[in-house]
């Protein structure tokens, strides 16, 4: 079973940047899509971002494409959310999730992820 341990969320001001980072355990990371939801107040978990095993493709919910990039460090483990150009309707709880099976495309479903973080808080003030 992995352990997903998400950092670098924060208080930041409209148009500000933040980098949140995902540090997975085990041995096998580099087998794995890895993909970043998040979580307003009262609202449904969404899509954010996704990669492939290897990095080589990656697929950005509409609201947040231009603006964030996903990207993975395999020899450490770690999966990164760059946040830029934010708004407060980017405030939420993100997670970082893996995906159920080894080797799979990149997909907007959570049913597709089966191991998630506890999260962490992004507020974003105007």
């Known amino acids: 079973q992995v352990t997903l341990a998400e950092s670098g969320g924060g208080l930041v001001q409209a148009g500000g940047s933040l980098r949140l980072s995902c540090a997975a355990s085990?041995?096998?990371?580099?087998?794995?899509?890895m993909g970043w939801f998040r979580q307003a107040p009262g609202k449904e978990r969404e899509f954010v971002a996704a990669i492939t095993w290897a990095g080589g493709s990656t697929e950005y919910a509409d609201s947040v494409k231009g603006r964030f990039t996903i990207s993975r460090d395999n020899a450490r483990n770690t999966l990164y959310l760059q946040m830029n150009s934010l708004k407060p309707e980017d405030t939420a709880v993100y997670f970082c999730?893996?995906?159920?099976?080894?080797?799979?495309?990149?997909?907007?479903?959570?049913?597709?992820?089966?191991?998630w973080g506890q999260g962490t808080q992004v507020t974003v003030s105007s």
């Open positions: 999730a893996r995906a159920r099976n080894y080797y799979a495309v990149p997909s907007r479903s959570r049913a597709d992820f089966d191991s």
């Open positions: 085990g041995q096998t990371f580099s087998r794995y899509t």
